[in-house]
């Protein structure tokens, strides 16, 4: 179980998983440490993660696949901090997770500020499977409630959001909707 930084949700996670997110955050800590000079935090990213996971677990946990769709959604958070090889999440996960988790991925996650990698991802999202969708979907509208004044964002959100249709309807104008009225509360 890990607590988001609101004090109040909970995102509840397999022991096998929340092992190996524990086992993850260490190592990409200890690579850190290395570096001769400062990034953010690995606690930063994990209450950020948390955060985000707790709002995109709420949506997620609608589905048949629930367990599924959260390990992954889960994984790809864990991704943005240090590459997860696909052979590793297959043998601690599943071929099934592992797969969706390679399609739900970008190469733009852990390598920001390229813009020739965001168009790619954009393409990215909009060929993926609708499972793929409905996990950058449920993870796009946690990070948008995780980050509410981050305003500067919102014109990449919506673009990413435009991209993800056709992975769940409902959930698709939920997050577009609410990236459209935090963009025009901005304004």
């Not at 240090?82 to 399609?103: R, S, T």
């Not at 993926?128 to 014109?155: D, F, I, N, W, Y």
């Amino acid at each position: 179980m890990t607590k988001s930084n609101d004090g109040e949700s909970f995102v509840y996670l397999p022991e096998k998983l929340q092992r190996f997110c524990e086992e993850h955050y260490e190592e990409q800590q200890r690579q850190q440490d290395c570096l001769p000079f400062e990034m953010v935090s690995m606690n930063s990213h994990r209450e950020d993660h948390d955060a985000i996971l707790s709002h995109a677990n709420q949506v997620l946990s609608q589905y048949d696949n629930s367990g599924k769709l959260t390990t992954v959604a889960t994984l790809v958070l864990l991704n943005t901090v240090g590459f997860l090889q696909k052979d590793m999440v297959a043998e601690m996960f599943g071929d099934e997770a592992a797969v969706l988790m390679a399609n739900t991925i970008t190469s733009f996650d852990s390598n920001s500020g390229n813009a020739a990698l965001w168009e790619e991802s954009l393409h990215q999202m909009a060929r993926a499977s609708s499972e793929a969708k409905r996990v950058r979907l449920a993870l796009l509208l946690g990070q948008v409630m995780h980050s509410p004044g981050a305003t500067g964002h919102l014109p990449f959100w919506h673009q990413e959001a435009m991209a993800l249709s056709g992975g769940d309807p409902q959930l698709h104008k939920q997050v577009v909707t609410l990236i459209e009225t935090d963009w025009a509360a901005s304004k």
